[in-house]
């Protein structure tokens, strides 16, 4: 026995793991890679056959719901584990959006969805992309509610678009999908006027703290 208490021996442990650094081959990372392997096997099934036939696209839908899937696990395994890395940082926005963006600008292309709707999709969640590199220096802007809200709406809608669906269910895929840029837009203003605000309280801080 060694006379040290379970617990006080388990903080040990978990204290040790977390000082050393996680390597490129965790599974957080493993769940990017395969989000961005995706990305272009869903292109091939989604434009498969002309890009109009129900099988197909339901493949396409399975591709497309994977890498969704993945999405909501790879960032909390890589914080609850301490599987944070420079690769997932750089990878896993990258995934998120390319799989996002393939599967509008297919949609698009096949006649669909309208270009305007992808366009202010694609705009909002790029722009916003590159405001985190403009203010990272001066803090991190936490996900809100209304971005979680936005991100579920953006997949459903355009997983409802991916499926060859009619009737009833082509309808609520409209609404849908008007719900989800409703809240692409006021998320993204919403996000530039947090930016600006921490943009501003940081350089305040350093001009104190030049003073």
Sequence with gaps: ??????????????????????????????????????????????????????????FAWAAFAIAMITDLFDGHLARRYNLVTNFGKIADPIADKAIMGAALICLSALSDLPWWVTGVILFREIGITLMRFWVIKHGV??????????????????????L????????????????????????????????????????AAERESVG
């Design 1 to 58: 026995m060694s006379g040290v208490p379970a617990s006080a021996a388990g903080g040990h442990h978990r204290a040790a793991a977390a000082a050393r650094p996680a390597g490129l081959w965790n599974i957080a990372n493993i769940l990017t890679m395969i989000r961005l392997l995706l990305v272009p096997g869903f292109v091939l099934l989604m434009l498969h056959n002309g890009g109009y036939d129900p099988a197909w696209r339901s």
């Design 164 to 203: 060859a669906l009619t009737g009833p269910l082509a309808t609520l895929r409209f609404w849908v999908m008007a719900v989800a840029v409703g809240l692409t837009v006021l998320t993204g203003l919403d996000y530039v006027r947090q930016a600006i605000v921490l943009r501003r309280a940081g350089l």
């Design 141 to 162: 802007i936490p996900a809100s509610r209304g971005g979680k809200m936005k991100t579920l709406a953006q997949g459903i809608a355009v997983g409802m678009y991916i």
